[in-house]
């Protein structure tokens, strides 16, 4: 089965609102958790990132939670802009043979924000 | 830094060809990885390598599907006998040891036709 699920594959949100994606995962063992934002030449990006010691961070628009009894982790994106629309992937990681991370990914919500 | 690297970025081929797709990391990144991205199946992990040596391949199709990594500078994906089913955007990603974030190439678009 998918171990990392997005279960929007669109959203679309009016500018100046809050975008929430969602993510939810099966594997105990992840212990990083990210998200990816996908840009039309097929490159993603990283956007913001979590340990599985902390349940929220911040980085100006961009707050990711992480509730891991749920296993479940979102990305707000406040005061939304047009330049926000884009493809977004969560993505989450345990260690593979070492200090590297393998990363699974989610297929991706689009988001559009509309003027 | 020109970030990482992938040529060709779209590569044809026709059925039962093979097909080479090269990657340069960033330079001093110590992981490389290799992912495929389909529209049905996402963006799915195939293999990685850490300073050279492969490490986990549990992605790879068992059969047609070879990765190497002969120096620190560049990595191959091969995959014989190509079939329809193999097209797809193939992405490389570069990472420093003991850091998480991994940082994309822009990808090799194989058609199989």
């Known amino acids: 089965g998918q171990q990392v699920k997005q279960s929007s594959p669109s959203l679309t949100v009016q500018e100046g609102g809050i975008s929430i994606l969602n993510c939810d995962y099966e594997?105990?063992?992840?212990?990083?958790f990210a998200w990816y934002k996908k840009y039309p030449d097929n490159s993603p990006t990283l956007l913001i990132s979590v340990r599985s010691n902390v349940d929220k961070r911040e980085d100006g628009r961009l707050t990711v939670f992480l509730n891991k009894s749920g296993k479940h982790f979102s990305l707000h994106i406040t005061a939304s802009q047009p330049e926000d629309t884009a493809v977004y992937l969560c993505a989450a990681g345990a260690p593979s043979g070492g200090s590297n991370y393998k990363l699974t990914f989610g297929k991706g919500t689009l988001l559009t924000v509309t003027p | 830094n020109a970030g990482v690297i992938q040529t060709p970025r779209h590569k044809v081929t026709g059925k039962g060809q093979e097909a080479t797709l090269w990657c340069e990391p960033i330079?001093?990144?110590?992981?490389v990885f290799w992912y495929r991205q389909t529209i049905v199946q996402g963006l799915e992990f195939l293999t990685y390598?850490?300073?050279?040596?492969?490490?986990?391949d549990s992605g790879m199709p068992k059969e047609r599907f070879s990765a190497q990594m002969p120096n620190q500078s560049h990595s191959t994906l091969k995959i014989q006998s190509t079939q329809p089913q193999d097209s797809a955007v193939y992405l490389c990603a570069s990472s420093l040891r003991r850091v998480t974030e991994v940082f994309f190439g822009k990808g090799t678009r194989l058609t199989v036709v």
């Open positions: 330079s001093g990144h110590s992981a």
């Open positions: 594997n105990d063992m992840f212990d990083y």
């Open positions: 390598f850490r300073n050279q040596a492969p490490i986990d």
